[in-house]
């Protein structure tokens, strides 16, 4: 990534969400760590991801068109350390932590403080990501946490992991 350092600076200090995004393709269920989300439509609600087209979920979200938000709160912060890992940079990877399969059929992670189970509605090619855009079908809320952000990690994802200053 050749993108100035002040640049890089500026944009580790925008504060995102953690979350995990899973997916399932017939047998095949992943997950990565996902911090390129947000809400971008209040009537129908609407979020959008962006997915690097490198990482195996790319190729399942573009397929199946569905998907699972899982945010993480500050004790599901385990859930992070794993798929940021190398540990998790394979196929069926969710083999590492507790998950059920939904009643639709996508992974959700137990540990999650609320999952979000998504249809994807629009796809946009942006850069080196897809931003896919998607509706809500259903969400799980599992209790009380504070969502984990940006800011509770050492590193951040700005195209590529670099540790804060």
């Given at each position: 990534m050749s993108?100035?350092?002040?640049?890089?600076?500026?944009?580790?200090?925008?504060?995102?969400?953690?979350y995990?995004?899973?997916?399932?393709d017939?047998?095949?269920r992943?997950?990565?760590?996902?911090?390129w989300?947000?809400?971008?439509s209040?009537?129908?609600?609407?979020?959008?991801?962006?997915?690097?087209?490198?990482?195996?979920?790319?190729?399942?979200?573009?397929?199946?068109?569905?998907?699972?938000?899982?945010?993480?709160g500050?004790?599901?912060?385990?859930?992070?350390?794993?798929?940021?890992?190398?540990a998790?940079?394979?196929p069926?990877?969710?083999?590492?932590?507790?998950?059920?399969?939904?009643?639709?059929?996508?992974p959700?992670?137990?540990?999650?403080?609320?999952?979000?189970?998504?249809?994807?509605t629009?796809?946009?090619?942006?850069?080196?990501?897809?931003?896919?855009?998607?509706?809500?079908?259903?969400?799980?809320?599992?209790?009380?946490?504070?969502?984990?952000?940006?800011?509770?990690?050492?590193?951040v994802?700005?195209?590529e992991v670099?540790r804060?200053?």
């Open positions: 993108v100035d350092a002040d640049v890089v600076q500026a944009l580790a200090a925008l504060t995102t969400g953690i995990v995004l899973t997916v399932r017939g047998d095949r992943h997950g990565m760590s996902s911090s989300v947000t809400q971008v209040g009537d129908p609600p609407l979020i959008v991801a962006a997915i690097d087209r490198r990482h195996l979920s790319h190729e399942l979200v573009q397929g199946t068109r569905r998907f699972a938000l899982n945010v993480l500050a004790r599901g912060k385990y859930l992070e350390d794993y798929f940021y890992s190398p998790s940079r394979r069926d990877n969710l083999d590492a932590v507790a998950w059920e399969d939904s009643p639709a059929g996508l959700l992670l137990r540990d999650a403080m609320a999952t979000l189970e998504c249809r994807v629009a796809a946009h090619d942006a850069g080196d990501h897809t931003l896919f855009i998607a509706s809500i079908e259903r969400v799980s809320w599992r209790g009380e946490d504070r969502p984990l952000t940006s800011q509770d990690l050492d590193y994802y700005v195209g670099v804060r200053r």
